[in-house]
Protein backbone atom coordinates (compact mmCIF):
# COMPACT_ATOMS: atom_id res chain seq x y z
CA UNK A 1 0.00 0.00 0.00
CA UNK A 2 2.11 2.99 -0.36
CA UNK A 3 5.77 4.01 0.39
CA UNK A 4 8.59 4.90 3.16
CA UNK A 5 9.73 1.47 2.62
CA UNK A 6 7.32 -0.33 3.28
CA UNK A 7 4.33 -2.78 3.74
CA UNK A 8 0.78 -1.34 4.35
CA UNK A 9 -2.19 -2.28 2.60
CA UNK A 10 -5.14 -0.88 2.92
CA UNK A 11 -6.02 2.27 4.49
CA UNK A 12 -8.28 1.82 8.05
CA UNK A 13 -11.81 3.23 6.79
CA UNK A 14 -12.34 5.41 9.15
CA UNK A 15 -11.25 9.06 7.44
CA UNK A 16 -11.22 7.38 3.78
CA UNK A 17 -12.25 10.97 2.02
CA UNK A 18 -10.63 14.14 4.04
CA UNK A 19 -8.99 13.72 7.21
CA UNK A 20 -5.47 11.89 6.20
CA UNK A 21 -3.93 9.60 9.09
CA UNK A 22 1.98 8.82 7.75
CA UNK A 23 8.19 11.16 7.17
CA UNK A 24 7.32 12.09 10.83
CA UNK A 25 6.77 16.12 11.58
CA UNK A 26 5.94 15.77 15.32
CA UNK A 27 6.11 12.87 17.68
CA UNK A 28 5.94 11.80 20.64
CA UNK A 29 8.65 12.53 23.19
CA UNK A 30 9.10 12.59 26.84
CA UNK A 31 8.60 9.47 28.84
CA UNK A 32 7.93 7.36 25.52
CA UNK A 33 11.37 8.31 23.73
CA UNK A 34 13.47 9.15 26.83
CA UNK A 35 14.31 5.96 28.19
CA UNK A 36 11.59 5.28 30.56
CA UNK A 37 11.60 1.83 31.81
CA UNK A 38 8.44 -0.39 30.11
CA UNK A 39 6.35 -1.69 32.82
CA UNK A 40 4.20 -5.15 32.92
CA UNK A 41 0.58 -5.03 34.01
CA UNK A 42 -2.10 -3.44 33.74
CA UNK A 43 -5.06 -2.93 30.99
CA UNK A 44 -4.29 -0.97 27.67
CA UNK A 45 -7.32 0.63 26.04
CA UNK A 46 -8.34 1.05 22.22
CA UNK A 47 -10.97 3.04 21.31
CA UNK A 48 -12.97 3.58 18.14
CA UNK A 49 -15.67 4.67 16.44
CA UNK A 50 -15.94 1.33 13.95
CA UNK A 51 -18.62 -1.14 14.88
CA UNK A 52 -15.97 -3.98 14.38
CA UNK A 53 -12.93 -4.54 13.03
CA UNK A 54 -13.19 -5.26 9.28
CA UNK A 55 -11.36 -8.84 9.45
CA UNK A 56 -9.67 -10.92 11.79
CA UNK A 57 -9.21 -14.38 10.11
CA UNK A 58 -5.69 -14.04 9.14
CA UNK A 59 -5.91 -15.27 5.36
CA UNK A 60 -8.89 -11.78 5.44
CA UNK A 61 -7.33 -9.23 7.10
CA UNK A 62 -5.95 -6.82 4.64
CA UNK A 63 -5.84 -3.32 6.65
CA UNK A 64 -2.51 -2.24 7.57
CA UNK A 65 -3.09 -1.20 11.42
CA UNK A 66 -5.27 -4.03 11.90
CA UNK A 67 -2.26 -6.49 10.33
CA UNK A 68 -0.16 -4.86 13.13
CA UNK A 69 -1.88 -4.92 15.88
CA UNK A 70 -3.31 -8.69 14.94
CA UNK A 71 0.56 -9.59 13.92
CA UNK A 72 1.88 -8.19 17.49
CA UNK A 73 -0.90 -9.93 20.10
CA UNK A 74 -2.41 -12.93 18.20
CA UNK A 75 -0.58 -14.32 14.71
CA UNK A 76 3.11 -15.25 14.59
CA UNK A 77 4.18 -15.06 10.91
CA UNK A 78 7.55 -16.94 9.27
CA UNK A 79 8.51 -13.74 9.31
CA UNK A 80 7.94 -10.38 10.64
CA UNK A 81 8.93 -6.89 10.45
CA UNK A 82 11.62 -5.50 13.13
CA UNK A 83 9.97 -4.09 15.98
CA UNK A 84 11.45 -0.73 16.04
CA UNK A 85 11.18 2.61 15.01
CA UNK A 86 12.64 4.41 12.11
CA UNK A 87 13.57 2.46 8.35
CA UNK A 88 15.35 0.11 10.78
CA UNK A 89 11.55 -1.22 11.17
CA UNK A 90 10.90 -1.91 7.87
CA UNK A 91 14.05 -4.77 7.87
CA UNK A 92 12.90 -8.54 8.39
CA UNK A 93 13.36 -10.57 11.00
CA UNK A 94 12.85 -14.95 11.65
CA UNK A 95 9.88 -15.25 13.56
CA UNK A 96 8.49 -18.91 13.26
CA UNK A 97 11.52 -19.58 11.04
CA UNK A 98 14.75 -19.51 12.28
CA UNK A 99 16.02 -17.55 9.27
CA UNK A 100 13.91 -15.41 6.97
CA UNK A 101 14.23 -18.00 4.07
CA UNK A 102 16.27 -19.54 1.84
CA UNK A 103 15.78 -18.62 -1.60
CA UNK A 104 16.61 -21.14 -4.73
CA UNK A 105 16.29 -22.24 -8.47
CA UNK A 106 16.74 -18.42 -9.28
CA UNK A 107 14.28 -17.51 -5.77
CA UNK A 108 11.45 -19.86 -7.43
CA UNK A 109 11.70 -21.63 -4.56
CA UNK A 110 11.89 -20.82 -0.80
CA UNK A 111 12.24 -23.20 2.38
CA UNK A 112 11.83 -22.13 5.63
CA UNK A 113 12.35 -24.51 8.62
CA UNK A 114 9.94 -23.86 11.96
CA UNK A 115 11.95 -22.61 15.30
CA UNK A 116 11.20 -25.41 18.35
CA UNK A 117 8.57 -24.66 21.16
CA UNK A 118 6.02 -22.83 19.50
CA UNK A 119 2.62 -23.47 20.70
CA UNK A 120 -0.88 -22.79 20.34
CA UNK A 121 -3.23 -21.21 22.70
CA UNK A 122 -4.17 -25.57 23.77
CA UNK A 123 -0.64 -26.37 24.43
CA UNK A 124 0.25 -28.35 21.34
CA UNK A 125 2.59 -27.17 19.17
CA UNK A 126 2.70 -25.09 15.71
CA UNK A 127 3.76 -27.49 12.27
CA UNK A 128 4.63 -27.41 9.45
CA UNK A 129 1.34 -28.76 8.72
CA UNK A 130 -0.50 -25.95 10.15
CA UNK A 131 2.01 -23.10 7.97
CA UNK A 132 0.60 -25.53 4.66
CA UNK A 133 -3.00 -25.28 5.69
CA UNK A 134 -3.16 -21.23 6.70
CA UNK A 135 -1.46 -21.10 3.16
CA UNK A 136 -4.10 -23.20 1.46
CA UNK A 137 -7.56 -21.13 2.79
CA UNK A 138 -7.04 -18.04 1.09
CA UNK A 139 -7.52 -20.31 -2.26
CA UNK A 140 -11.42 -20.96 -1.15
CA UNK A 141 -12.51 -17.52 -2.82
CA UNK A 142 -16.20 -18.67 -1.83
CA UNK A 143 -15.38 -18.66 1.74
CA UNK A 144 -12.36 -16.59 2.50
CA UNK A 145 -12.89 -13.30 0.52
CA UNK A 146 -10.95 -9.56 0.97
CA UNK A 147 -7.95 -10.57 1.57
CA UNK A 148 -4.30 -10.29 -0.11
CA UNK A 149 -3.76 -12.94 -3.23
CA UNK A 150 0.20 -12.84 -3.23
CA UNK A 151 0.24 -16.47 -2.42
CA UNK A 152 -2.39 -17.07 -4.68
CA UNK A 153 -1.18 -15.55 -7.57
CA UNK A 154 2.72 -16.60 -6.62
CA UNK A 155 2.33 -20.64 -6.13
CA UNK A 156 3.19 -23.16 -8.64
CA UNK A 157 -0.67 -24.03 -9.10
CA UNK A 158 -2.23 -23.91 -12.72
CA UNK A 159 -4.48 -21.64 -13.58
CA UNK A 160 -8.12 -21.50 -15.52
CA UNK A 161 -8.64 -19.89 -18.48
CA UNK A 162 -10.61 -17.25 -16.34
CA UNK A 163 -7.55 -17.03 -14.36
CA UNK A 164 -8.38 -18.42 -11.36
CA UNK A 165 -6.78 -20.88 -9.50
CA UNK A 166 -7.55 -24.59 -10.46
CA UNK A 167 -6.81 -25.23 -6.43
CA UNK A 168 -10.39 -24.43 -4.69
CA UNK A 169 -9.22 -24.35 -1.26
CA UNK A 170 -8.98 -26.89 1.96
CA UNK A 171 -13.05 -26.86 1.95
CA UNK A 172 -13.78 -28.42 -1.14
CA UNK A 173 -10.50 -30.08 -1.80
CA UNK A 174 -10.76 -29.53 -5.69
CA UNK A 175 -6.71 -29.87 -7.18
CA UNK A 176 -5.42 -30.73 -3.69
CA UNK A 177 -2.87 -32.44 -5.35
CA UNK A 178 -1.84 -29.35 -7.19
CA UNK A 179 -1.34 -27.53 -3.94
CA UNK A 180 0.11 -30.68 -2.26
CA UNK A 181 2.79 -30.16 -5.18
CA UNK A 182 3.09 -26.31 -4.77
CA UNK A 183 3.77 -26.53 -0.96
CA UNK A 184 5.40 -29.33 0.86
CA UNK A 185 6.92 -30.23 4.13
CA UNK A 186 9.83 -32.52 5.07
CA UNK A 187 9.56 -32.50 9.36
CA UNK A 188 9.50 -28.78 10.08
CA UNK A 189 10.70 -27.22 6.96
CA UNK A 190 8.50 -25.85 4.69
CA UNK A 191 8.81 -25.34 1.10
CA UNK A 192 7.19 -23.32 -1.37
CA UNK A 193 7.39 -24.01 -5.11
CA UNK A 194 6.84 -20.75 -7.26
CA UNK A 195 5.51 -19.91 -10.59
CA UNK A 196 8.12 -17.30 -11.28
CA UNK A 197 11.64 -15.28 -9.86
CA UNK A 198 10.26 -14.10 -6.73
CA UNK A 199 13.47 -12.33 -5.27
CA UNK A 200 11.48 -10.65 -2.11
CA UNK A 201 8.85 -13.34 -1.52
CA UNK A 202 9.63 -13.50 2.18
CA UNK A 203 8.34 -10.14 2.30
CA UNK A 204 5.19 -11.33 1.29
CA UNK A 205 4.93 -13.81 4.25
CA UNK A 206 4.64 -11.06 6.89
CA UNK A 207 0.92 -11.25 6.09
CA UNK A 208 -1.41 -13.10 8.42
CA UNK A 209 -2.41 -14.64 5.11
CA UNK A 210 0.28 -16.56 5.22
CA UNK A 211 0.37 -17.36 9.09
CA UNK A 212 -0.10 -21.12 10.24
CA UNK A 213 -3.91 -22.05 11.10
CA UNK A 214 -4.82 -25.27 12.86
CA UNK A 215 -7.18 -27.38 10.74
CA UNK A 216 -9.22 -28.47 13.74
CA UNK A 217 -9.93 -25.24 14.78
CA UNK A 218 -10.75 -24.18 11.69
CA UNK A 219 -14.80 -22.67 11.27
CA UNK A 220 -14.49 -21.53 7.73
CA UNK A 221 -16.00 -17.98 7.51
CA UNK A 222 -17.21 -17.95 10.93
CA UNK A 223 -13.06 -18.44 11.63
CA UNK A 224 -13.50 -14.66 11.40
CA UNK A 225 -15.00 -14.12 14.49
CA UNK A 226 -12.21 -16.23 16.70
CA UNK A 227 -9.10 -17.13 15.15
CA UNK A 228 -6.54 -19.75 17.62
CA UNK A 229 -3.48 -17.93 18.69
CA UNK A 230 -0.29 -18.70 18.91
CA UNK A 231 0.86 -15.30 19.92
CA UNK A 232 1.49 -13.78 23.43
CA UNK A 233 -2.76 -13.08 23.65
CA UNK A 234 -5.68 -15.24 23.28
CA UNK A 235 -9.58 -13.75 22.65
CA UNK A 236 -11.18 -13.78 24.96
CA UNK A 237 -14.35 -12.01 24.09
CA UNK A 238 -15.36 -10.61 20.78
CA UNK A 239 -18.68 -9.30 20.36
CA UNK A 240 -19.21 -6.72 17.49
CA UNK A 241 -20.36 -3.79 18.16
CA UNK A 242 -19.36 -3.60 22.19
CA UNK A 243 -15.55 -5.01 22.00
CA UNK A 244 -12.90 -7.23 22.03
CA UNK A 245 -10.67 -8.35 25.05
CA UNK A 246 -7.47 -10.10 24.46
CA UNK A 247 -5.54 -11.80 28.08
CA UNK A 248 -2.61 -13.34 28.07
CA UNK A 249 -1.78 -17.08 26.45
CA UNK A 250 -0.51 -19.08 29.23
CA UNK A 251 0.72 -21.17 26.56
CA UNK A 252 3.12 -19.19 24.57
CA UNK A 253 7.08 -18.87 25.49
CA UNK A 254 9.38 -15.40 24.97
CA UNK A 255 11.84 -18.41 24.71
CA UNK A 256 10.11 -19.02 21.49
CA UNK A 257 9.51 -16.04 20.43
CA UNK A 258 12.39 -12.83 19.52
CA UNK A 259 10.05 -10.04 18.35
CA UNK A 260 7.30 -9.74 20.69
CA UNK A 261 7.37 -8.26 24.28
CA UNK A 262 3.52 -8.15 25.73
CA UNK A 263 3.72 -5.77 28.49
CA UNK A 264 -0.07 -5.28 29.13
CA UNK A 265 -2.16 -8.34 31.11
CA UNK A 266 -4.95 -7.25 29.13
CA UNK A 267 -5.81 -5.70 26.19
CA UNK A 268 -9.62 -3.93 25.38
CA UNK A 269 -11.02 -2.78 22.12
CA UNK A 270 -13.73 -0.73 22.52
CA UNK A 271 -15.95 -0.74 19.74
CA UNK A 272 -19.02 1.92 18.51
CA UNK A 273 -17.94 5.11 20.32
CA UNK A 274 -19.77 8.12 19.07
CA UNK A 275 -16.96 10.64 17.97
CA UNK A 276 -17.51 13.13 19.97
CA UNK A 277 -17.54 10.65 22.99
CA UNK A 278 -14.10 9.34 21.40
CA UNK A 279 -12.49 12.37 20.87
CA UNK A 280 -13.50 13.48 24.39
CA UNK A 281 -11.95 10.56 26.10
CA UNK A 282 -8.71 11.76 24.38
CA UNK A 283 -8.78 15.40 24.61
CA UNK A 284 -9.54 15.38 28.61
CA UNK A 285 -7.44 12.00 29.03
CA UNK A 286 -10.44 10.77 30.69
CA UNK A 287 -8.47 7.18 30.63
CA UNK A 288 -5.32 7.39 30.15
CA UNK A 289 -4.16 4.43 29.50
CA UNK A 290 -6.36 4.24 26.27
CA UNK A 291 -5.06 4.80 22.63
CA UNK A 292 -7.38 5.94 19.60
CA UNK A 293 -7.22 4.23 16.91
CA UNK A 294 -8.93 6.69 14.44
CA UNK A 295 -7.70 10.03 14.73
CA UNK A 296 -9.99 12.72 15.61
CA UNK A 297 -12.23 15.45 13.80
CA UNK A 298 -10.45 17.78 12.49
CA UNK A 299 -11.50 20.73 14.97
CA UNK A 300 -10.83 18.58 17.82
CA UNK A 301 -7.55 17.18 16.26
CA UNK A 302 -6.56 20.90 16.08
CA UNK A 303 -7.17 21.63 19.74
CA UNK A 304 -5.17 18.51 20.81
CA UNK A 305 -2.53 19.42 18.70
CA UNK A 306 -2.45 23.22 19.81
CA UNK A 307 -2.05 21.93 23.46
CA UNK A 308 1.45 21.64 24.87
CA UNK A 309 0.47 19.50 27.63
CA UNK A 310 -0.68 16.76 24.99
CA UNK A 311 3.21 16.88 23.03
CA UNK A 312 4.08 13.41 24.17
CA UNK A 313 1.04 12.18 23.43
CA UNK A 314 0.59 12.87 19.51
CA UNK A 315 1.87 11.51 16.21
CA UNK A 316 1.56 14.27 12.82
CA UNK A 317 3.37 12.02 10.03
CA UNK A 318 3.15 11.50 6.23
CA UNK A 319 1.87 7.87 5.91
CA UNK A 320 2.99 5.04 3.94
CA UNK A 321 -0.38 6.08 2.29
CA UNK A 322 -1.98 7.19 -1.00
CA UNK A 323 -5.50 8.15 -0.56
CA UNK A 324 -8.28 8.38 -3.79
CA UNK A 325 -11.43 7.42 -5.22
CA UNK A 326 -11.50 4.53 -7.24
CA UNK A 327 -13.82 4.97 -10.50
CA UNK A 328 -15.70 1.84 -10.47
CA UNK A 329 -15.59 1.79 -14.69
CA UNK A 330 -17.73 -1.45 -15.45
CA UNK A 331 -20.88 -0.80 -17.49
CA UNK A 332 -23.73 1.58 -15.81
CA UNK A 333 -21.50 2.84 -13.35
CA UNK A 334 -18.15 5.49 -14.51
CA UNK A 335 -17.77 3.58 -17.50
CA UNK A 336 -17.54 7.02 -19.53
CA UNK A 337 -13.53 9.05 -19.59
CA UNK A 338 -15.22 12.19 -19.93
CA UNK A 339 -17.61 11.93 -17.28
CA UNK A 340 -14.93 10.77 -15.19
CA UNK A 341 -12.56 13.94 -16.00
CA UNK A 342 -16.02 16.11 -15.21
CA UNK A 343 -16.23 15.24 -11.69
CA UNK A 344 -12.26 15.36 -10.77
CA UNK A 345 -11.80 18.95 -12.09
CA UNK A 346 -15.29 19.80 -10.81
CA UNK A 347 -14.19 19.06 -6.99
CA UNK A 348 -12.41 21.49 -4.79
CA UNK A 349 -9.67 20.05 -3.12
CA UNK A 350 -8.66 23.13 -1.06
CA UNK A 351 -11.82 23.02 0.53
CA UNK A 352 -11.12 19.08 1.65
CA UNK A 353 -7.92 20.38 2.87
CA UNK A 354 -9.23 22.73 5.26
CA UNK A 355 -11.82 20.68 6.20
CA UNK A 356 -8.93 18.43 7.51
CA UNK A 357 -6.82 21.22 9.56
CA UNK A 358 -4.75 22.87 6.56
CA UNK A 359 -2.47 21.18 4.93
CA UNK A 360 -0.49 20.52 7.87
CA UNK A 361 -2.53 17.54 8.69
CA UNK A 362 -4.08 17.08 5.24
CA UNK A 363 -1.03 16.04 2.80
CA UNK A 364 -0.52 17.05 -0.54
CA UNK A 365 -2.64 16.79 -3.78
CA UNK A 366 -1.21 13.70 -5.67
CA UNK A 367 -0.44 12.75 -8.80
CA UNK A 368 -0.26 8.75 -9.11
CA UNK A 369 -1.20 5.87 -7.17
CA UNK A 370 2.41 5.36 -6.06
CA UNK A 371 3.33 7.65 -3.06
CA UNK A 372 6.88 9.37 -3.91
CA UNK A 373 8.82 7.63 -0.86
CA UNK A 374 8.75 4.31 -3.09
CA UNK A 375 11.87 6.57 -4.77
CA UNK A 376 12.77 4.29 -7.70
CA UNK A 377 9.05 3.61 -8.43
CA UNK A 378 8.11 6.81 -8.67
CA UNK A 379 7.81 9.71 -11.22
CA UNK A 380 5.95 12.89 -11.89
CA UNK A 381 2.82 12.44 -14.23
CA UNK A 382 1.97 14.70 -16.62
CA UNK A 383 -1.81 16.00 -16.90
CA UNK A 384 -4.25 15.57 -14.02
CA UNK A 385 -2.89 18.10 -11.33
CA UNK A 386 -0.71 19.29 -13.59
CA UNK A 387 -2.95 20.34 -16.64
CA UNK A 388 -3.37 24.13 -16.64
CA UNK A 389 -7.15 23.88 -15.93
CA UNK A 390 -7.05 22.24 -13.17
CA UNK A 391 -7.50 24.36 -9.93
CA UNK A 392 -7.06 23.50 -6.44
CA UNK A 393 -10.64 25.67 -5.94
CA UNK A 394 -11.73 23.23 -8.52
CA UNK A 395 -12.75 24.18 -12.18
CA UNK A 396 -16.49 23.97 -12.79
CA UNK A 397 -16.69 25.18 -16.22
CA UNK A 398 -14.21 23.15 -17.66
CA UNK A 399 -15.75 19.95 -15.80
CA UNK A 400 -18.78 21.11 -17.57
CA UNK A 401 -16.77 20.77 -20.82
CA UNK A 402 -16.42 17.52 -20.15
CA UNK A 403 -19.77 16.82 -19.26
CA UNK A 404 -20.99 18.41 -23.16
CA UNK A 405 -18.34 15.85 -24.70
CA UNK A 406 -20.41 13.11 -22.80
CA UNK A 407 -23.86 14.49 -24.36
CA UNK A 408 -22.60 12.83 -27.65
CA UNK A 409 -19.44 10.24 -26.71
CA UNK A 410 -21.61 8.80 -23.87
CA UNK A 411 -25.09 9.72 -24.05
CA UNK A 412 -26.13 7.18 -21.05
CA UNK A 413 -23.44 8.24 -18.42
CA UNK A 414 -24.19 11.85 -19.51
CA UNK A 415 -27.84 11.26 -18.42
CA UNK A 416 -26.68 9.26 -15.33
CA UNK A 417 -24.76 11.68 -14.14
CA UNK A 418 -27.06 14.72 -14.91
CA UNK A 419 -30.56 13.00 -14.61
CA UNK A 420 -31.76 14.33 -10.93
CA UNK A 421 -34.06 11.01 -11.17
CA UNK A 422 -30.39 9.12 -11.20
CA UNK A 423 -26.69 10.56 -10.32
CA UNK A 424 -23.37 9.03 -9.29
CA UNK A 425 -23.33 7.23 -6.21
CA UNK A 426 -19.79 6.98 -4.37
CA UNK A 427 -19.08 4.72 -1.49
CA UNK A 428 -17.90 6.51 1.83
CA UNK A 429 -17.03 5.10 5.34
CA UNK A 430 -19.65 6.92 7.40
CA UNK A 431 -17.86 9.42 10.13
CA UNK A 432 -18.59 12.63 11.24
CA UNK A 433 -15.78 14.03 8.64
CA UNK A 434 -16.72 12.66 5.96
CA UNK A 435 -20.22 13.76 6.26
CA UNK A 436 -19.39 16.99 5.91
CA UNK A 437 -16.58 16.42 3.39
CA UNK A 438 -19.34 14.71 1.11
CA UNK A 439 -21.41 18.57 1.35
CA UNK A 440 -18.36 20.05 -0.13
CA UNK A 441 -17.55 17.70 -2.69
CA UNK A 442 -21.68 17.61 -3.72
CA UNK A 443 -21.63 21.25 -3.73
CA UNK A 444 -18.53 21.86 -6.06
CA UNK A 445 -20.15 19.20 -8.53
CA UNK A 446 -23.32 20.26 -8.93
CA UNK A 447 -21.55 23.66 -10.13
CA UNK A 448 -20.71 21.46 -13.30
CA UNK A 449 -23.85 20.28 -13.68
CA UNK A 450 -23.41 16.97 -11.99
CA UNK A 451 -25.78 15.07 -9.46
CA UNK A 452 -23.93 13.20 -7.21
CA UNK A 453 -24.81 11.45 -4.15
CA UNK A 454 -23.04 9.59 -1.50
CA UNK A 455 -23.96 6.17 0.41
CA UNK A 456 -22.53 6.13 3.92
CA UNK A 457 -21.35 2.74 5.17
CA UNK A 458 -20.57 1.73 8.83
CA UNK A 459 -16.72 2.15 8.97
CA UNK A 460 -16.03 -1.16 10.16
CA UNK A 461 -18.16 -2.83 7.33
CA UNK A 462 -16.43 -0.52 4.60
CA UNK A 463 -13.97 -2.93 2.82
CA UNK A 464 -16.23 -6.20 2.95
CA UNK A 465 -18.84 -4.28 1.56
CA UNK A 466 -16.76 -1.73 -1.45
CA UNK A 467 -14.95 -5.16 -2.78
CA UNK A 468 -17.92 -7.03 -3.29
CA UNK A 469 -18.55 -6.80 -6.69
CA UNK A 470 -22.32 -6.73 -6.62
CA UNK A 471 -22.52 -4.28 -3.76
CA UNK A 472 -19.87 -1.48 -4.91
CA UNK A 473 -21.19 1.69 -6.75
CA UNK A 474 -19.48 4.00 -9.11
CA UNK A 475 -16.95 5.59 -7.02
CA UNK A 476 -15.15 4.01 -4.01
CA UNK A 477 -12.96 6.20 -1.34
CA UNK A 478 -9.82 4.30 -0.61
CA UNK A 479 -6.40 4.23 0.84
CA UNK A 480 -3.54 1.90 -0.24
CA UNK A 481 0.23 1.54 0.87
CA UNK A 482 2.66 -0.46 -0.59
CA UNK A 483 3.62 -3.78 0.85
CA UNK A 484 7.07 -2.98 0.82
CA UNK A 485 9.64 -0.98 -1.12
CA UNK A 486 8.52 -2.39 -4.54
CA UNK A 487 5.07 -0.89 -7.02
CA UNK A 488 5.16 -4.85 -7.44
CA UNK A 489 2.51 -4.31 -4.56
CA UNK A 490 0.48 -1.21 -5.62
CA UNK A 491 0.07 -1.63 -9.61
CA UNK A 492 -1.24 -5.28 -9.92
CA UNK A 493 -2.50 -5.27 -6.77
CA UNK A 494 -5.16 -2.14 -7.70
CA UNK A 495 -5.55 -2.75 -11.44
CA UNK A 496 -5.23 -6.30 -12.46
CA UNK A 497 -7.83 -8.37 -11.97
CA UNK A 498 -7.46 -10.82 -8.88
CA UNK A 499 -4.99 -9.14 -7.45
CA UNK A 500 -6.71 -8.07 -4.43
CA UNK A 501 -7.94 -4.99 -4.23
CA UNK A 502 -9.20 -3.77 -7.48
CA UNK A 503 -11.69 -1.34 -7.00
CA UNK A 504 -12.06 -0.06 -10.72
CA UNK A 505 -13.64 -3.52 -12.22
CA UNK A 506 -11.54 -2.47 -14.99
CA UNK A 507 -11.38 -5.42 -16.72
CA UNK A 508 -13.77 -4.27 -19.16
CA UNK A 509 -12.16 -1.32 -20.25
CA UNK A 510 -11.05 -1.27 -23.95
CA UNK A 511 -7.53 0.05 -22.33
CA UNK A 512 -7.28 -2.94 -20.30
CA UNK A 513 -6.07 -5.85 -22.03
CA UNK A 514 -2.93 -3.96 -23.28
CA UNK A 515 -2.40 -2.51 -19.69
CA UNK A 516 -2.63 -6.42 -18.19
CA UNK A 517 -0.16 -7.20 -20.50
CA UNK A 518 2.34 -4.59 -19.38
CA UNK A 519 1.90 -4.95 -16.10
CA UNK A 520 2.61 -8.78 -16.33
CA UNK A 521 5.77 -8.04 -17.93
CA UNK A 522 6.97 -5.78 -15.46
CA UNK A 523 5.89 -8.22 -12.57
CA UNK A 524 8.09 -10.44 -13.92
CA UNK A 525 11.29 -8.05 -15.07
CA UNK A 526 14.29 -8.72 -12.78
CA UNK A 527 15.98 -5.59 -13.96
CA UNK A 528 15.09 -3.51 -10.93
CA UNK A 529 15.76 -0.15 -12.75
CA UNK A 530 13.61 -1.20 -16.04
CA UNK A 531 10.77 -2.14 -13.56
CA UNK A 532 10.71 1.00 -12.39
CA UNK A 533 10.04 2.43 -15.11
CA UNK A 534 7.65 0.35 -16.05
CA UNK A 535 5.51 0.90 -13.05
CA UNK A 536 6.29 4.69 -13.99
CA UNK A 537 4.80 4.33 -17.30
CA UNK A 538 1.83 2.07 -15.96
CA UNK A 539 1.19 4.97 -13.26
CA UNK A 540 0.70 7.62 -15.67
CA UNK A 541 -1.88 4.94 -17.74
CA UNK A 542 -3.82 4.88 -14.69
CA UNK A 543 -3.72 8.93 -14.24
CA UNK A 544 -4.60 9.25 -18.24
CA UNK A 545 -7.68 6.59 -17.95
CA UNK A 546 -8.82 8.63 -15.19
CA UNK A 547 -9.56 4.94 -13.36
CA UNK A 548 -8.74 7.13 -10.13
CA UNK A 549 -8.90 10.66 -8.98
CA UNK A 550 -7.69 13.07 -6.73
CA UNK A 551 -4.92 11.19 -5.22
CA UNK A 552 -3.45 12.76 -1.79
CA UNK A 553 -0.29 12.08 -0.59
CA UNK A 554 -1.48 11.92 3.24
CA UNK A 555 -0.03 12.77 6.61
CA UNK A 556 -1.90 10.92 9.79
CA UNK A 557 -2.32 12.00 13.41
CA UNK A 558 -2.57 9.34 16.17
CA UNK A 559 -3.54 10.07 19.60
CA UNK A 560 -2.72 8.34 22.74
CA UNK A 561 -3.09 8.83 27.02
CA UNK A 562 -0.69 10.43 29.09
CA UNK A 563 -0.66 6.94 30.78
CA UNK A 564 0.27 5.02 27.70
CA UNK A 565 4.44 4.27 27.46
CA UNK A 566 6.55 3.09 24.62
CA UNK A 567 4.91 4.43 21.60
CA UNK A 568 6.65 4.86 18.51
CA UNK A 569 5.39 4.60 14.65
CA UNK A 570 5.84 1.62 12.81
CA UNK A 571 6.95 2.66 8.95
CA UNK A 572 5.67 -0.57 7.91
CA UNK A 573 2.06 -0.87 8.51
CA UNK A 574 2.13 3.08 9.08
CA UNK A 575 1.04 2.45 12.34
CA UNK A 576 1.70 2.35 15.93
CA UNK A 577 4.33 -0.27 17.05
CA UNK A 578 1.34 -2.03 19.28
CA UNK A 579 3.89 -4.69 20.20
CA UNK A 580 5.84 -2.14 22.19
CA UNK A 581 2.92 -0.42 23.97
CA UNK A 582 2.34 -0.73 27.80
CA UNK A 583 0.83 0.69 30.96
CA UNK A 584 2.36 3.17 33.14
CA UNK A 585 1.91 2.84 36.83
Known sequence: MSGLKTSR??????????????????????????????????????????????????????????????N???????????????????????????????????????????????????????????????????????VITDGPQYLVQALAIPTNADGTSQYKGPYKKTGQALFDKAVTCSGNTVTFNLNRSFADFNYALTYPAGAPVKASKDTGDKYDLHP????????????????????????????SDAVRTPYP???????????????????????????????????????????????????????????????????????????????????NTQALI???????????????????????????????????????????????????????????????????????????????TNQKASVLIIDAVKKAGINLKFNFIPSGQYYSTVQDTTKQ????????GADWANASTVIPELFIKGHGFNLTQNWNDPKYAAFAKKSDAALN??????????WQELSQDVMDNYWIIRPVFSKAQDEWGSKVGGVYYWEPQGTFGFGGLWVKN
Open 228 to 255: FSNGPYKISEYKIGDQMALERNAAWKKS
Open 473 to 480: NDISSVGW
Open 354 to 432: DLSGGSEYYGDPGDSPIKPVLGLDYKKTTGNIHEPSWSINGNPTYAASYLDKAKTSCPAAYDKATNPDKGIIWDISNTA
Open 72 to 142: SYLFRNLVSYKPVAGSAGSSLVADLATNTGVPSNAAKTWKFTLRAGVTWEDGSPVTCADVKYGVSRPFATD
Open 265 to 347: DNIVVRFGLAEDVRDQIMLEDQIPNTVSLDGMQPANMRAFFADPTKKDQRFNVYDPYVRYAAMNVSAGHMDCLDVRKAVFFAI
Open 9 to 70: RILASTAAIALAVGVTLATGSGANAAGAQPVTGGTLYFITNADQFDHIDPARVYTGRDIAFL
Open 525 to 534: ETNRPKQAKM
